[in-house]
């Protein structure tokens, strides 16, 4: 009986809305791990996760470092192991090295054989094709919008939106930002910071004050200007 390691991975809600949610791919590894004389010795999954990277994966290097001679690493498709070729080639290294065998269900593909490894490595690179081509796509996308003077991305900190769109100073974040200034430049850390905020009542979005501590207090002009798009959308919502 094989030994297997199981992984899944979702990026984001709208790939859980497709078919590839965590819980879909958890019940079909399940399955064809029994199937195909399987025991499953590891099962990790991760949520909200991008595959065109490994940084930051934690439950990817976890399932990697269980592997041993003659187990099996599943993963449902290519795209839930990774979007960079050369990342996903290192791992597939690394499973090689470790005696064992990748699988990847839905494309039918087992490392452990010569046409194995041969798909592998041509999808691996369409994989990683059809991510930059998404990109790409994406980034002409917002270049249009932004020449149109169009809102693309979120509220810059220390501004808040008017109804046509248009941005104006937010007096609130201003204050709390030369807040944060003060106790910096007075050296204080920025988890101090946090808990002398919520002991005060003072703050309520953690993520924000995240974002906003880890600014260059001295020369950062983001947080009183507005990214030039903003700024040319602001100016021509005034004539």
């Known amino acids: 009986m094989y030994e297997d390691i199981l992984y899944t991975r979702v990026s984001g809600h709208f790939q859980a809305t497709q078919g590839v949610s965590l819980e879909q791919q958890d019940l079909h590894l399940k399955e064809w791990s ?11 999954e991760e949520r909200g996760k991008s595959g065109r990277s490994i940084k930051g994966r934690v439950q990817l290097i976890a399932a990697l470092a269980l592997l041993k001679p003659k187990s099996r690493f599943i993963v449902s498709k290519l795209s839930r192991l990774g979007r960079n070729v050369k990342e996903v080639l290192q791992i597939a290294e ?21 046409i194995g490894q041969l798909f592998f490595t041509m999808l691996a690179a369409v994989a990683q094709f059809e991510s930059d081509m998404l990109a790409e796509q994406i980034n002409q996308m917002v270049t249009h919008q932004r020449s149109k003077g169009k809102v693309w991305g979120g509220t810059p900190f220390g501004w808040q939106r008017q109804s046509d769109k248009s941005l104006v100073p937010n007096e609130a974040e201003r204050a709390l930002w030369l807040e944060v200034k003060r106790l910096k430049n007075a050296g204080h850390s920025n ?36 990214p030039k798009h903003y700024l040319q959308r602001s100016q021509r919502g005034k004539k």
């Open 34 to 44: 029994v199937r195909n004389g399987g025991h499953v010795t590891g099962f990790f």
């Open 94 to 114: 690394t499973i090689k090295c470790a005696g064992a065998s990748l699988i990847i269900v839905d494309q039918t593909i087992d490392t452990s054989t010569a």
């Open 191 to 226: 988890k101090q910071i946090e808990a002398d905020f919520k002991r005060r009542g003072h703050f309520y979005d953690a993520a924000k004050f995240s974002n906003i501590t880890k600014l260059d207090f001295n020369n950062n002009p983001q947080v009183y200007n507005p």
